[in-house]
């Protein structure tokens, strides 16, 4: 069974900096490309950055390029995302995502709650 | 960037309705179009990829039609479990871009 488990979420004020983590099993996760989906309260969903499956190609959302970095380590099964510079629209649920051979996102975790506020 | 519009909004229905989503792109993606159901709280479920493939273990009362610009999910009979929101994505080119989303509650 696929398993994506994010954890890394929580409080931090503006200007701050978070990095959130994706644990996953049940699948070769080295053969796959992954992505960071958000969500603001009450909104609806943003696709923010994709890296393949070797991490030699990265995508950014131009609301977090410059200050947030994808990445991931295939011998640990996680994916990351570094978060500087945090600002107060950038709070949202995180979700990661496992794309499928053409990238879309095919299954997700449950979700980790970055808040940014003062 | 492609922009994804959707229609309506949001819509009331009974149990056993046939429920119809529309789906926009601003420019031809081909059929590279997915839809994805969330429940309050909970994280969103792939339902149709390739804009009419049945993702597995997704019941067959829903599917997914259209190609280039515009598309469609519908729901043959609407169940209480069915009450959620519906979000259509392009993944032709990124940044791939969501719907706005269509709630769907009961009438």
């Known amino acids: 069974e696929v398993q994506l488990v994010e954890s890394g979420g929580g409080l931090v004020q503006p200007g701050g900096s978070l990095r959130l983590s ?19 309260p009450g909104k609806g969903l943003e696709w ?17 390029k410059g200050r947030f970095t994808i990445s991931r380590d295939n011998a640990k099964n996680s994916l990351y995302l570094q ?21 879309r996102s095919d299954y997700w975790g449950q979700g980790t709650l970055v808040t940014v506020s003062s | 960037d492609i922009q994804m519009t959707q229609s309506p909004s949001s819509l009331s ?37 390739a804009a009419s493939s049945l993702q597995s273990g997704v019941p067959s009362k829903f599917s997914g039609s259209g190609s280039g610009t515009d598309f469609t999910l519908t729901i043959s009979s609407l169940q209480p479990e069915d009450f959620a929101t519906y979000y259509c994505q392009q993944y032709n080119s990124y940044p791939f871009t969501f719907g706005p989303g269509t709630k769907v509650d009961i009438k």
């Open chain 1, 22 to 40: 994706c644990a996953a099993s049940g699948f070769t996760f080295s053969s796959y490309s992954m992505n960071w989906v958000r969500q603001a």
């Open chain 1, 48 to 64: 923010i950055s994709y890296i393949s499956s070797s991490s030699s190609t990265i995508y950014n959302a131009d609301s977090v």
């Open chain 1, 83 to 103: 978060m500087n510079s945090l600002r107060d629209e950038d709070t949202a649920v995180y979700y990661c995502t496992r794309g499928s051979t053409t990238g």
């Open chain 2, 13 to 49: 229905a009974s149990v056993g309705d046939r429920v119809t989503i529309t789906c926009r792109a601003s420019q031809g993606i081909g059929n590279y179009l997915a839809w994805f159901q969330q429940k309050p709280g909970k994280a969103p479920k792939s339902l149709i990829y």
